[in-house]
């Protein structure tokens, strides 16, 4: 009696293979359980994955080049170029992100594909979402109208998103890694600290802007008096002159109180009524305090993995 042997047909799995495909996009340095079976092909794909990206990010630096005049338009047609391929590849990878994003724990089963949707509120997918964004600036290397290579320039700046997203490679080594999960692990409280400092910062700026702006007319009704011969004191320089250094927009308020609150001080602004000066005083103290808040955490975290890091390799 003969008896029919039938090979067996490898059954697709998918959630094996967007596990797979995770650690390749994501740049996992630990290579889950259940996909250790294919550790070799992974590491392989995960290194080309990881060079790709990588040079597709330093190739972004030349953008910030600017070229002579002789040669500019050659060099503006071949940035064009770079930049294009360099929007398809983060396109590329925005979405191979987006569909492996719920498969980065082992809680697939409990997670639907919208889940997926959160990517994009996500730091990482604000950053790549960013680095595409800045692929735009390559219509003003194309364009001769003034205004639009204004807007691109706007553009270009978010190349800088490019470097950061470098960096989530460099996870794959283990400094980077322990500061990547450091961040991770701290994520709310330093949320927290950092939104106590912005409402901070828009509560100073606010007094600060309204304190300046009361002084100054006040100083301005003064001049006036005291100069009551002088008919069109708008165009006046003196008279112009008093509102140097002042704040005079919310935009200029929040800069001087940001950089006050971290101790710096670059002194294009500087106070001028007695209640601002003393506002000053106040946030100057209260950032030697506050900026110690976050950079204390990150330090006494990072320390603390470092050693379970090096305790790891000792029992290993």
């Keep these: 009696m003969k008896q029919n042997f039938k090979l067996k047909k490898p059954v697709w799995n998918a ?11 994501w740049s996992k340095r630990v290579i889950p359980t259940e ?13 080309f994955y990881a060079i790709l990206i990588s040079s597709v990010c330093l190739v ?10 002789a040669i500019r338009p050659t060099w503006n047609k071949i940035l064009a170029v770079m930049q294009i391929m360099t929007f398809f590849v983060f396109v590329a990878d925005y979405c191979l992100h987006l569909i492996t994003f719920r498969y980065r724990d082992t809680a697939v089963k409990r997670k639907s594909f919208w889940y997926n949707l ?26 001769n109208n ?12 978010l190349n800088i ?21 450091v961040f991770q692990k701290q994520r709310k409280i330093l949320f927290m600290v950092f939104l106590m400092i912005a409402l901070m910062i828009v509560l100073f700026a606010i ?4 304190n300046e702006r009361t002084y100054l007319a006040e100083i301005q009704s003064e001049w006036i008096k005291n100069n009551p011969t002088i008919i069109d004191y708008l165009n006046n320089a003196d008279y112009k002159a008093l509102s140097n250094n002042y704040v005079m927009t919310f935009a200029d308020s929040l800069y001087f109180t940001t950089i006050t609150l971290t101790t710096i001080g670059y002194g294009d602004f500087s106070p001028h009524a007695p209640t601002t000066r003393a506002i000053v005083t106040v946030i100057a103290l209260l950032g030697i305090a506050v900026i110690a808040i976050p950079s204390g955490i990150v330090a006494s975290a990072f320390l603390a993995d470092i050693q379970k890091h090096l305790q790891k390799g000792k029992n290993a």
């Design 15 to 25: 959630n094996l293979t967007m596990r797979k495909l995770m650690v390749i996009i």
């Design 207 to 210: 007094l600060i802007l309204n």
């Design 35 to 47: 996909v250790k079976s294919h550790s070799r092909t992974i590491k392989i794909w995960r290194a």
């Design 118 to 143: 959160m990517f994009i509120i996500s730091l990482k997918g604000i950053i790549i979402l960013l680095s595409i964004l800045s692929s735009i600036s390559v219509v003003g290397l194309l364009s």
């Design 60 to 69: 972004s630096a030349f953008s910030l080049i600017s070229a002579p005049e």
């Design 161 to 181: 998103f490019r470097f950061f997203r470098l960096f989530f490679i460099l996870t794959l080594f283990s400094p980077f890694a322990i500061i990547i999960d």
């Design 146 to 157: 003034q205004g639009i290579i204004e807007v691109s320039r706007y553009f270009k700046s």
